[in-house]
């Protein structure tokens, strides 16, 4: 741990969604910083600690959200002192709204269902700036979806059968969706608070300690010399990322910049190169131990453990990052591109010796996950211990002999590590003392101020996130007071008695129209909340389902025409979005079969057994649908691609198509003859290929 500058040079700043990089300038800016700053710690304190009613936190957490965010617009985007003026006054009055809650709790709780006039127009007002916050931050599309919503409950009862309902007073619904939690301060919000505003602010401590560096080297020296070098580096670093990150679309935007010029200078073509990117990173959502927003939402909604999300997704997230190598690798091939010279690369496990204290945060909160402890718990002590790391840096720089340095290490190791049975307060003390350490010593400023910049940056991050699961309130709050959601169920079961793979196709294409003009997390939340409960009642199991309809929201960023993480990588390509978003969907094969191959053979996401297991046992079961799935997805990226041991005609291109369709079919014979096609068809392929060889 000597070599201290490495280990926390801070990575560059990717621009959050809808507004630039940075807080401003002048007062408003520092104004902004401190409020990000004050913004995290306030989270951070009730992670730790859990004082107050989780209404009052969802309330300061959105109106934290609200004061944030229109205090950066101001700064970043408007151009007149009046408008400036205009929007910090917005985000005041938006955390007045929070601190309204807080200070009347009690008197809240009394008279719930029975509002006063101050309550109506802090309601009201609350309903107006939410809006108005995610047409700024998020764009139209999820402000309009949620405003047809609004207009619904108010207006739904002058609609015609079956979408009538009985019709509801301003009060009533200002009561749900300002108050009650089944509309802003909903699930969403709750989780946002407790959960995912947490690890945000791991990812941007890590981020900020190097961790991108760690990433980008080791990712460099293991796959760099594989066939299409460059191209599996950006494969395997986006998969890493998502580990800490699980945001797709600043992922691109973040690795794209060195990973696209990258790919194109080794001959990849300008919209494979961006497609590659693109798809990697919408795959971060699905990667464990971190899936990002979306994985907390699932967990708490369907009340699960999240270890049981992520134990779901483990395999189709390997499914998914391995079409992308393989695909990678063919098109190389196709190309006639090599990989990387092994002497300009680095040695990857020199980059873990010199940064493995990077990997213990994260080691600890995947163990904290899988050994049962709550997520908010586990990302606090993740992020607690990041913290602890990089303060002791500077400070173990400082000691000049090796063994004191191992002896410095050890003791705040031990120390930090006493919180599992003396709780967080020796953590906090522990910290509590690195920083006056770091105060008083060379080198322990600039330190502090990268956790202060981390602390700023990770609540800035999660802006997007928060404000999404805001508005997607009034969604979910128009759908349970109305009950519309119940009609939209019956269709898709009535439809799946006859017919469940059409229900699923109806399921995905909702998903993907949705994810046009909204991102994942509202898109899972809306579609979840309608044809989740309608495949539960066809028979396909409860995790399952959800992660159908989570698979599909990330494939909408990825499925032209509107595929945001294409158009995210058409800049840095400097090819069209359209372009890319088609080439991302053939790399993305794995994300449209696995979920269509999990509803049939649950066995695939680790779910219940099926007749395999009932007659060899469940692990034969989990391995051979593994193995389907792995041979037809080898099968379709050729396929696709065109290229397996040499370029293929189009008739062989559409047996290998079959092929791997009769091996996907969960249908009586097609895993026989899907086997035997495929077996011929390969032997085949490669004796042509050796004939041409040798001919040449």
């Avoid at 997520?375 to 002999?401: D, K, N, R, S």
């Avoid at 053939?586 to 007659?615: E, N």
């Avoid at 097609?670 to 042509?688: K, N, Y």
Wanted: hydrophobic share 55%; aromatic share 12%; with cysteine.
């Amino acid at each position: 741990m000597t070599d201290a500058p490495t280990v926390l040079s801070p990575t560059a700043e990717a621009p959050v969604e809808g507004l630039p990089s940075g807080f401003g300038e002048g007062i408003p800016g520092k104004a902004a910083f401190l409020i990000a700053i004050v913004f995290s710690i306030f989270q951070i304190y009730i992670a730790a600690y859990g004082s107050l009613p989780s209404q009052v936190v969802r309330a300061m957490h959105v109106g934290f959200l609200l004061l944030l965010g229109f205090a950066l617009i101001a700064n970043l985007r408007a151009t007149s002192t009046p408008a400036k003026a205009a929007f910090w006054t917005l985000g005041v009055l938006g955390f007045a709204t929070g601190l309204y809650n807080w200070v009347f709790y009690t008197d809240l709780i009394r008279r719930s269902g029975f509002l006063t006039t101050p309550d109506l127009i802090i309601g009201t007002v609350l309903v107006v700036l939410v809006f108005e916050a995610a047409r700024r931050l998020m764009g139209l599309p999820l402000a309009l979806i949620a405003l047809i919503f609004l207009a619904y409950a108010f207006f739904g009862n002058h609609l015609p059968p079956p979408f009538i309902h009985r019709g509801y007073d301003f009060a009533q619904l200002i009561d749900t969706f300002a108050f009650g939690t089944e509309g802003i301060y909903g699930t969403p919000v709750y989780v946002s608070a407790a959960y995912i505003f947490i690890f945000v602010v791991f990812a941007a401590f890590l981020e900020r300690a190097g961790m991108i560096a760690l990433f980008n080297d080791f990712a460099l020296g293991l796959v760099g010399s594989w066939r299409g070098g460059p191209a599996q580096v950006c494969v395997l670093s986006s998969a890493l990322m998502g580990t800490i990150s699980g945001s797709g679309v600043a992922n691109v935007v973040a690795s794209g910049q060195f990973t696209i010029p990258l790919m194109k200078r080794f001959g990849f073509r300008s919209a494979f190169a961006g497609a590659v990117e693109a798809t990697s990173s919408m795959g971060g959502q699905i990667m464990p131990p971190v899936m990002g927003a979306v994985a907390f939402i699932m967990a708490e909604t369907l009340n699960i453990p999240y270890a049981e999300v992520v134990k779901a997704a483990i395999i189709p997230a390997l499914l998914y990052f391995g079409a992308c190598f393989w695909q990678v690798y063919l098109e190389a091939g196709k190309a006639g591109l090599q990989g990387m010279a092994k002497a300009d690369l680095p040695n990857p496990w020199d980059a873990v010796r010199r940064h493995w204290p990077l990997v213990l945060p994260l080691a600890a909160l995947i163990y904290l996950l899988f050994a049962g402890y709550t997520p908010i718990f586990a990302g606090t002590m993740g992020l607690a211990l990041t913290i602890v790391l990089i303060l002791g840096t500077p400070l173990a720089a400082l000691i000049g002999p090796l063994a004191f340095r191992i002896v410095f290490w050890l003791g705040l190791g031990l120390a930090a590590a006493s919180f599992m049975k003396f709780g967080v307060n020796i953590l906090s003390l522990v910290i509590a003392g690195l920083i006056v350490a770091c105060v008083t010593f060379k080198g322990g400023r600039e330190t502090l101020q990268i956790c202060v910049d981390s602390l700023a940056e990770g609540a800035k991050n999660a802006l997007p996130v928060g404000i999404a699961c805001a508005i997607v309130g009034v969604v979910i709050g128009t759908l349970t007071l109305t009950g519309i959601a119940s009609t939209f169920i019956g269709w898709i079961i009535s439809i799946g008695e006859n017919n469940l793979f059409l229900s699923l196709v109806l399921t995905m294409l909702t998903c993907l129209v949705l994810g046009m003009g909204i991102p994942t997390i509202p898109n899972y939340i809306i579609t979840s909340s309608l044809a989740g409960p309608a495949l539960l009642s066809l028979g396909v199991p409860l995790v399952v389902s959800h992660m159908f309809v989570f698979y599909f929201g990330i494939m909408a960023d990825l499925t032209p025409p509107v595929a945001l993480a294409a158009f995210a990588a058409a800049p840095m390509a400097k090819e069209s979005g359209l372009k890319i978003g088609i080439q991302a969907t053939k790399l993305a094969v794995a994300g449209f079969v696995v979920p269509f191959m999990a509803v049939y053979t649950p066995a695939l996401m680790l779910q219940d057994p099926g007749p395999i297991a009932a007659q060899f046992g469940y692990p034969v079961e989990v391995a051979y649908v593994v193995a389907k799935a792995c041979v037809g997805i080898a099968l379709w990226g050729a396929a696709t691609v065109g290229f397996l041991a040499r370029r293929m005609a189009w008739w062989e291109r559409l047996v290998a198509f079959a092929a791997g369709v009769l091996l996907v079919a969960a249908l009586p014979v097609t895993d026989e003859a899907g086997w035997a096609l495929s077996v011929a068809w390969i032997g085949w392929h490669c004796w042509r290929a050796r004939q041409a060889t040798g001919t040449a």
